[in-house]
């Protein structure tokens, strides 16, 4: 059974930084895509970033280039988001999911099969 579980995020001042992480069980990352997507309220989930299983390639949504990082750990079976220069408008549920047919890297939430919990994160301005 996989297993994803997010912990990392909390409630920090704009400018500041969080570090998202996401503990995968159940499977490797080097045989699933991986990603990050949130949901602010009233929103639809949105896409945040993406890791290929390969570990090579790396897509973010325009709001958060340049200032959020994907990446992760293969020993601890763990992926990572990187977040700085926060802004209030980042404010939502972070979720992490895992995509395993690691046909290209998809960036909607319908193509991922599995799914953590959620962690929020508030940016106050």
């Known amino acids: 059974q996989v297993q994803l579980v997010e912990s990392g995020g909390g409630l920090v001042q704009a400018g500041a930084s969080l570090r998202l992480s996401c503990a995968v069980s159940g499977r490797t990352l080097s045989s699933c895509n991986m990603g990050w997507f949130r949901q602010a309220p009233g929103k639809e989930r949105e896409f945040v970033a993406a890791l290929s299983w390969s570990g090579s390639r790396s897509y973010y949504a325009d709001s958060v280039k340049g200032r959020f990082t994907i990446s992760r750990d293969g020993a601890k079976n763990t992926v990572y988001l990187q977040m700085n220069a926060l802004k209030p408008e980042d404010t939502a549920v972070y979720y992490c999911?895992?995509?395993?047919?690691?046909?290209?890297?998809?960036?909607?939430?319908?193509?991922?099969?599995?799914w953590g919990q959620g962690t929020q994160v508030t940016v106050s301005s």
């Open positions: 999911a895992a995509d395993r047919t690691i046909n290209g890297v998809p960036m909607i939430a319908r193509e991922y099969d599995y």
